[in-house]
């Protein structure tokens, strides 16, 4: 039954209640807690009984420890070890360590009763603010004892769709176990089963399931900076309070504001009963005599700035549930009574600063233009006093600054190295090829990649490839290419068991001459196969006008567009009909500079391999340019045509030509022609009347040279 003291429910009678309301998010997303569990109790019955168990045993404690032992001015802060694991694809989810420290801070602020928003709570319950005197630290320290951030970083899939084992699994194969009897374990994901956050109260049934005593909480609600915002303060805290064993105020599930549930009860006594807020209604008062101590009762208003509510105004916890929550920290139920311990302290590194252990950096860019400025980070741990920075190639050349700016004038791939010290000791670490600096101007134009004359992707200079998975890299191949050749860029797509994003982007290209009036021609082939028809794969093309720092998307190739055809066996293409032609007529003139860049990203959902070959860019005017030096001529006419066209062009005895007709996704039509013509015009006719209306292209090859005309049939 829900208790109310006597001098709180007075309180709460005579106080005048400010006016004021105002709403949280237009769709406020919701804690899991309870709908995880159950999730796991459907699945396996006797958890439930477990649970059942679990918690009768925890009231039992907590009765007794709040009659007879509970004296909350009597001990020092309690200290919590936390890991935070960051379970990403390369997005904006993996978050950055100053989104982790800025969401610690907002955690510790609301559990010491310091935070800025405490002031505005209502008068009714400024009288009963908790204070949990609870400081959640980062371990210095991994299970093992070696020097740790308490921050990991895991590439996996399972970001999208699963807080429960498979974040857990990914994260303890690739950084070993963190036992919840010795840390707080957090995992950041971009979407933890559709929830704003959630976690299970302390139970001793985690084991069953390989969820443990863990927290799960989306990217976008982890601390107020970064991905996050203040609409998000305390949605880490929310999700802390049931992990030490706190409900929602109006009860044990995820349901607020259903009729009937005045009757429910959070077991926290100085809570009023309520049907629970989605809206900050700080007048609100959803239960009548809800204030009951067995003699009397009264009616009082709900406590809508609870931070175990969903009203999104929280600002406190009351007394009755810091008592609860240090009631938990002290009961063997799920170990958290080791976690404050002193040895816990010294295994996880958290009774103090930590030691300086390692020397580490980052920067904002590893890949620049001539002339760019590149900001690095100091992300060495711990108690970092000075430091010693060398940059081959820079300027300056070196720093004692804990974040330095530095210029590369000159083209080349230079080294990095840094020195900290803690004033007692010292590590260092240098980083070889570290920035790749990017000549400005880049190649001239026309531009044609063939591969033929490169001996390695990525070199540093004509390509360079991205892959966070850390799996299947884009490289060369010697073995096939298009149009009869032997090399090309390679994806071995085959061997990806999971989704990941694989770039290979371009050197510099100098587009600065080009007439802003001109059309730029950009076309490329590739040859790919599914795996299986329900493989979804994507290979995506962008741009970009400031050397790669930003990029802008100008084709998407998906599913079925990509191809059609299944190959269950390593692909490699046989025949110049595995290729598809491809242009990019969308390059407009923002991006005629001087340090124009391009690449192609492909999305893996495992399928076969990809390659692409015959990249070609050039002004449509300098294309006009070599026909008249070539003595060539393309014609297509009548055009559009529902019906028979003509193709007259040019060509020189002795040459091969190949004459196709292809889609607007590169797919092959028809053979024209392929082989030798005779010198001067030729002529050749073509039926389109079985054709879909729409657009094609006639695409003339001959001697690595492409040109290429719309065709329409209407």
């Not at 009909?577 to 690449?599: E, M």
Request: charged share 15%; hydrophobic share 30%; aromatic share 12%.
């Amino acid at each position: 039954m829900k208790k109310f003291t006597l001098f709180t429910a007075l309180l709460l009678s005579m106080t005048a209640v400010a006016q004021n309301e105002h709403f949280g998010p237009q769709n406020p997303i919701p804690c899991h807690n309870n709908w995880e569990r159950d999730r796991a109790f459907e699945a396996d019955p006797s958890l439930r009984i477990q649970d059942s168990i679990d918690q009768a045993e925890f009231q039992s404690f907590y009765e007794y420890y709040y009659a007879n032992e509970y004296d909350p001015g009597a001990r020092s802060t309690y200290v919590v070890p936390v890991v935070v694991h960051i379970c990403h694809v390369g997005g904006p989810e993996n978050i950055s360590d100053e989104q982790v420290y800025d969401a610690i801070e907002k955690l510790n602020q609301d559990f010491s009763a310091t935070n800025v928003d405490v002031n505005t709570t209502v008068a009714p319950f400024d009288a009963i603010i908790g204070n949990a005197d609870i400081e959640f630290r980062l371990a210095t320290k991994d299970p093992s004892g070696n020097c740790h951030k308490g921050i990991t970083r895991t590439y996996t899939q399972n970001t999208y769709h699963d807080g429960g084992s498979g974040l857990r699994n990914d994260v303890a194969a690739e950084h070993g176990t963190w036992p919840q009897n010795k840390y707080m374990n957090v995992f950041v994901c971009i979407d933890p089963n559709g929830a704003a956050g959630y976690t299970n109260n302390p139970a001793n049934w985690y084991s069953a399931t390989g969820m443990g005593g863990s927290i799960y909480m989306r990217h976008d609600y982890m601390g107020t900076i970064g991905t996050a915002s203040t609409t998000a303060e305390h949605t880490l805290s929310h999700e802390v309070g049931h992990w030490l064993n706190l409900s929602h105020c109006w009860g044990g599930n995820n349901n607020p504001g259903q009729s009937g549930a005045c009757s429910d009860d959070d077991g926290v006594d100085d809570t009023p009963r309520t049907i629970g807020w989605t809206y900050c209604n700080i007048n609100g008062n959803s239960c009548s005599n809800d204030a009951i101590d067995g003699y009397w009762s009264m009616d009082v208003i709900d406590n809508v700035q609870n931070i175990m509510e969903y009203s999104y105004c929280s600002t406190m916890f009351t007394q009755g549930q810091v008592a609860r929550m240090h009631s938990a920290l002290n009961s063997s139920t799920a170990q958290r009574n080791n976690l404050w311990t002193p040895a816990n302290l010294n295994a996880t590194g958290t009774n103090g600063p930590g030691s300086i252990c390692e020397a580490l950096f980052s920067s904002d860019f590893k890949v620049v233009c001539a002339g760019s400025t590149v900001n690095f980070t100091d992300e060495s741990y711990h108690s970092v006093q000075t430091r010693s920075w060398t940059f081959n190639g820079g300027s300056p050349s070196t720093s004692a600054d804990q974040n330095p700016a530095i210029v590369y004038n000159t083209p080349g791939v230079y080294t990095v190295a840094l020195s900290v010290s803690d004033g007692s000791s010292s590590t260092s670490t240098t980083q070889t090829n570290y920035i790749i600096v990017l000549d400005t101007p880049g190649v001239g134009l026309p531009y044609h990649e063939g591969f033929e004359d490169i001996s390695l992707i990525p070199d540093n200079s004509n390509f360079m490839v991205e892959n966070p998975a850390g799996d299947q890299d884009w490289s060369l191949t010697t073995n096939v290419g298009a149009g009869g050749s032997t090399h090309s860029a390679i994806l071995q797509n085959y061997f990806v068991t999971e989704a990941s994003k694989d770039e290979l982007i371009s050197g510099t290209i100098d587009l600065s001459s080009v007439d802003p009036s001109d059309n730029i021609v950009f076309t490329f082939e590739y040859a790919y196969r599914k795996k299986t028809s329900n493989d979804d794969e994507y290979l995506k093309f962008y741009v970009s006008a400031d050397c790669g720092e930003t990029w802008a998307l100008r084709k998407v190739i998906h599913g079925n567009d990509l191809s059609s055809v299944n190959s269950s066996s390593f692909y490699t293409p046989g025949t110049d009909q595995d290729w598809y032609f491809v242009t990019v007529s969308n390059i407009n003139s923002p991006y005629y500079v001087s340090g124009f860049r391009y690449k192609f990203e492909f999305t893996s959902d495992g399928g076969n391999n990809i390659y692409i070959d015959n990249i070609n860019l050039y002004p449509g005017s300098m294309a006009d340019q070599e026909e008249v030096q070539e003595s060539s001529v393309l014609r297509v006419f009548p055009n559009p045509t529902e019906g028979l066209t003509n193709i007259q062009m040019s060509a020189q005895a002795g040459v091969n030509y190949k004459v196709t007709v292809l889609s607007t996704l590169g797919q092959q039509v028809a053979v024209i022609h392929q082989g030798e013509l005779s010198n001067g015009i030729n002529n050749f006719e073509f039926d389109m009347t079985e054709l879909s209306r729409g657009i094609y292209f006639v695409k003339i090859e001959s001697e690595g040279k492409v040109q290429t005309v719309k065709l329409i049939r209407e």
